[in-house]
């Protein structure tokens, strides 16, 4: 069935890094992806987003790059902090979403941050 | 920006009872909301979608009769876990959508529920 899962469930990183966290998906269909951070007890936190008709976006410290061709999808935080010490999830919208549609979740990484 | 309101944060209830979860957008009008139940270490799992007015659908292997959806206004949906057991132990987290492109989706702050 759809999926969308992450290559690694812990990265760890040293302050002042640059951070990769990656993600595949399976439905070669789907037009919308999202990145979260979810911190201990918390709800997730929208970082950045993108469409299918882009292949990189870019937003403050975060890139997200798309790759339609091996349906993969990756976020770089940069000079990587003890606060973006976290677990996070891609999210993929339905084909033709208008961001109205479910969010199916992938597996998600702990980002540990080493000072 | 938009903010959405889950109550409460946390919740212990005993074995057989219910316990109700309120989501509230607080400075737009939610066409759509969406629970979702998390384990510990485990990725979030869509358990049901809520438009206002309408039935809720739920996601294959969710007791609708079990977890009571009500979307009665465009600011507001609860969430009730009824004749609540251990096993239902878990973060229950509200998202909140428009329902128009380009908004995307809020989530709440969760609600930690422990059964005993």
């Known amino acids: 069935g759809e999926s969308v899962g992450l290559h690694l469930p812990t990265l760890s990183v040293q302050e002042g890094d640059n951070s990769i966290i990656n993600c595949a998906y399976s439905n070669s269909a789907s037009d919308y992806f999202i990145w979260y951070k979810q911190e201990s007890g918390k709800g997730p936190q929208f970082i950045i987003d993108?469409?299918?008709?882009?292949d990189k976006r870019q937003g403050q410290r975060v890139t997200v790059l798309l790759n339609k061709t091996v349906k993969h999808l990756s976020l770089q935080i940069a000079a990587t902090q003890p606060g973006d010490s976290a677990v996070y999830f891609c999210a993929e919208g339905p084909a033709g979403s208008s961001n109205t549609g479910k969010l199916i979740f992938g597996q998600g990484t702990t980002l540990q941050v080493k000072p | 920006g938009a903010v959405v309101s889950q109550h409460p944060s946390r919740v212990i209830c005993k074995s057989g009872t219910s316990v109700k979860i309120e989501c509230r957008s607080l400075d737009f009008q939610a066409t759509t909301m969406f629970w979702y139940r998390q384990f510990p270490k485990q990725s979030l799992m869509l358990m049901a979608t809520?438009?206002?007015?309408?039935?809720?659908?739920?996601e294959q292997g969710v007791e609708k009769d079990k977890f009571l959806i009500n979307h009665a206004s465009l600011t507001l949906s609860t969430l009730t876990v009824t004749s609540a057991h251990p096993e239902d132990s878990s973060f229950y987290i509200c998202?909140?959508?428009?329902?128009?492109?380009?908004?995307?989706?809020?989530f709440g702050s969760g609600t930690r529920l422990t059964v005993v």
């Open positions: 993108i469409r299918s008709n882009m």
């Open positions: 809520s438009n206002e007015g309408s039935k809720a659908t739920y």
């Open positions: 998202s909140a959508s428009r329902g128009t492109a380009g908004y995307g989706y809020t």
